[in-house]
Nanobody
Framework: QVQLVESGGGLVQGGGSLRLSCAASGRTLSIYAMGWFRQAPGKEREFVAAASWSDGSTYYADSVKGRFTISRDNAKNTVYLQMNNLKPEDTAVYYC????????????????????WGQGTQVTISS
């Protein structure tokens, strides 16, 4: 089993920045990739970004490219999401997820294929 704990959410004004962290514990050697997803009220959970644990390749949703950066610290078993130039439409609960199936990157955006999830952290952007 893998446990994921997120931190770093909050309330910021539009144009501001936040950095989310997700610390993994437990059977972390089983992790192949980690991702960030978000879910706004009444909407389906959507892909934000993902990072391969082996080679560090990163992938982003079009809506966040150029504004968000996912990074990882393997030594700390932690993945980060740096979010810049935040917009009100970025408001959502952000979830960290890990997959242990060795997915091809094509599938990183499918939240149903992830095995472990954090509890979520609220991000609210005011206009």
């Amino acid at each position: 089993q893998v446990q994921l704990v997120e931190s770093g959410g909050g309330l910021v004004q539009g144009g501001g920045s936040l950095r989310l962290s997700c610390a993994a514990s437990g059977r972390t050697l089983s992790i192949y990739a980690m991702g960030w997803f978000r879910q706004a009220p009444g909407k389906e959970r959507e892909f934000v970004a993902a990072a391969s644990w082996s080679d560090g390749s990163t992938y982003y949703a079009d809506s966040v490219k150029g504004r968000f950066t996912i990074s990882r610290d393997n030594a700390k078993n932690t993945v980060y999401l740096q979010m810049n130039n935040l917009k009100p439409e970025d408001t959502a609960v952000y979830y960290c997820a890990a997959e242990s199936r060795a997915l091809r990157p094509y599938y990183y955006s499918d939240y149903k294929l992830y095995d472990y999830w954090g509890q979520g952290t609220q991000v609210t952007i005011s206009s």
